[in-house]
């Protein structure tokens, strides 16, 4: 596994998703419901590995491993969880999440395999890592996720 150094204007990316990681209201819909549980779950975890990476938290090499681990379980059920077309004035889903599913499908897997290959051995690796993580992240939310 390569190791990259993350560069500044990665962090400061991550500064700013995190920043963005809170919404507003709560759907009331359950079916969007459980899929915000899901994304807020990946969220809390991507920001555990993330803080660490900025030094904004200290390097914990079994908590990162853990979170990485719940990012590629809670992956793992992204596609079941959105399979259903389901609304709510909370969401911020695309309906494109259901004309072009399979590619839905093969960006929840793309995050699945980041968070599995992750090396939270050292910080230089969480850091690799956390960049590669959030690449898979980033992919998604663009082609699928309303920009508020
Ligand atoms: C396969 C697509 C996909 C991937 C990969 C993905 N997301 Fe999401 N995410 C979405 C969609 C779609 C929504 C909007 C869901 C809605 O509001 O109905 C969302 C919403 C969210 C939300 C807001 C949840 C809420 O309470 O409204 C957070 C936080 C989030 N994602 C974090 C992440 C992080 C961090 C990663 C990477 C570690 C990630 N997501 C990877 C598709 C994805």
Do not use: N
Request: net charge negative; charged share 30%.
């Amino acid at each position: 596994m390569t190791t990259r150094r993350m560069t500044k204007v990665t962090i400061f990316a991550l500064a700013a998703a995190a920043a963005t990681l809170a919404h507003a209201a709560d759907a009331t819909d359950p079916t969007v419901k459980a899929r915000q549980e899901a994304m807020e779950t990946i969220g809390k975890s991507m920001k555990t590995i993330a803080d660490m990476a900025k030094g904004d938290a200290a390097f914990d090499s079994g908590a990162a491993t853990a979170a990485a681990a719940t990012i590629a379980e809670t992956a793992a059920k992204v596609p079941g969880l959105f399979e259903t077309p389901a609304d709510d004035p909370e969401s911020e889903a695309k309906p494109a999440i259901w004309t072009d599913f399979a590619d839905f499908t093969e960006k929840s897997e793309a995050l699945k395999a980041a968070a599995s290959e992750a090396d939270m051995a050292s910080l230089d690796a969480l850091r690799g890592s956390v960049g590669d993580i959030g690449k898979t992240c980033k992919s998604c939310h663009d082609d699928y996720r309303v920009k508020k």
